[in-house]
């Protein structure tokens, strides 16, 4: 039976007032309203109804006071353009809320977020995700000694070795495996000019991305034809490829691009600006797999990141570092991806009955 709001009822309801109509102990409200806690659905369905009735909204922030907890993670994020990290955004906030916990969002534009991760610091999150971005050694050795953890997403600390670094975890994509299957893929496809168009020249992921890739060229007895950097934006994409594309030199039969968003622009200055037809023309594989990647605009040959992976191991991490209590080393997880082939690459077969197919990857496995 539903009863309406308590007239004439004062403004400043506790959980006491709650518990006392709803019949249950304050400590029964509290699991109620903490996400995750074990309650009785009876129990549940009481306290709710006698919180509707009082008009009783719990304090998030009293609560965090009392607990030490305030359940929200701090997020940054950086290059909010690429396709790949609104997706991202979206995912880790969604499996993040399936653990009780919310999101801070900030926006940084540079490849490092001391500065960033010092604000957050003020607001008493519980853990920090850092996506595109990386924090100094310093900085790292302050969120460890304030037991607060740090992921990062889609990156990598450099200088691990250091002690302060030991206990930042990390979660990405195999982009090394990567890069080596993109090269065989487009020398067994009979490209012999192939370029790179490279990210951020200070990443960890174009650092692997490129390393793979030349070193799958070096198996395949041949190197680089031609290299620029797009710096992972759109409009830089579009000057790395009319570098490449000087008039009056020869150009590349193929290109690697460190990453879908950059493919995108390379495509697009290679049709509409300079008249080139892919592939007949010039074989594009990117590297991501971002839902615009199938479209029938592009249809993107590209190097799936295995994203709902990658956030399952970003919360597990998380979890896991908030429950350590001997506050032990951090961990990096590597996820095996898979080349997704599709029209923007050409197939020269060497012999005329000669088919090159794609190399079909195994199910993605973790690597710790």
């Not at 353009?81 to 997706?87: D, G």
């Not at 050795?141 to 990598?156: E, G, H, K, Q, T």
């Not at 970003?314 to 570092?321: G, I, K, N, V, W």
Request: net charge neutral.
């Amino acid at each position: 039976m539903k009863f309406g709001m308590i007239e004439g009822m004062k403004n400043n309801i506790t959980s006491i007032d709650v518990a006392r109509l709803a019949q249950v102990s304050q400590s029964a409200v509290s699991r109620t309203f903490t996400p995750g806690a074990s309650v009785a659905e009876a129990t549940r369905a009481k306290v709710l109804e006698a919180a509707l009735r009082l008009n009783y909204r719990p304090n998030a922030h009293a609560r965090s006071l009392i607990t030490g907890k305030s359940r929200i993670i701090g997020l940054v994020l950086s290059y909010l353009e690429n396709l790949f990290y609104p997706a991202a955004l979206q995912r880790l906030s969604e499996r993040l809320q399936k653990d009780g916990y919310h999101v801070l969002l900030f926006i940084n534009q540079t490849s490092n977020a001391d500065d960033l991760v010092t604000e957050i610091l003020q607001y008493h999150v519980d853990g920090i995700i850092l996506a595109a971005t990386t924090l100094s050694s310093d900085l790292a050795r302050n969120c460890a000694d304030a037991n607060i953890p740090v992921v990062l997403f889609n990156r990598v600390m450099g200088n691990s070795g250091s002690s302060n670094l030991q206990s930042v975890s990390s979660v990405r994509s195999d982009n090394l495996t990567g890069g080596k299957e993109i090269a065989n893929f487009l020398v067994k496809s009979g490209h012999q000019r192939i370029a790179y168009i490279a990210g951020n020249e200070e990443s960890s992921t174009n650092l692997e991305r490129e390393r793979g890739f030349r070193e799958g060229l070096s198996e395949n007895g041949t190197h680089i034809w031609g290299r620029a950097t797009g710096n992972y934006e759109f409009a830089q994409a579009r000057l790395a490829t009319l570098e490449l594309f000087k008039p009056g030199q020869e150009h590349p039969d193929a290109i690697f691009v460190a990453s879908d968003h950059m493919a995108f622009s390379v495509m697009d200055t290679l049709r509409f600006e300079l008249g080139l037809r892919i592939p007949e023309d010039v074989s594009v594989v990117g590297f991501d797999n971002v839902p615009q990647a199938e479209w029938g605009a592009y249809e993107l040959t590209t190097f799936n990141q295995p994203l709902d992976q990658m956030v399952e191991a970003t919360a597990s991490l998380l979890q896991e570092r908030l429950s350590d209590k001997e506050k032990s080393a951090g961990k990096n997880i590597v996820i095996s991806g898979e080349l997704i082939v599709r029209k923007s690459v050409k197939i020269i077969p060497e012999k005329p009955d000669q088919k090159v197919l794609a190399k079909s990857t195994p199910k993605p496995k973790i690597k710790t």
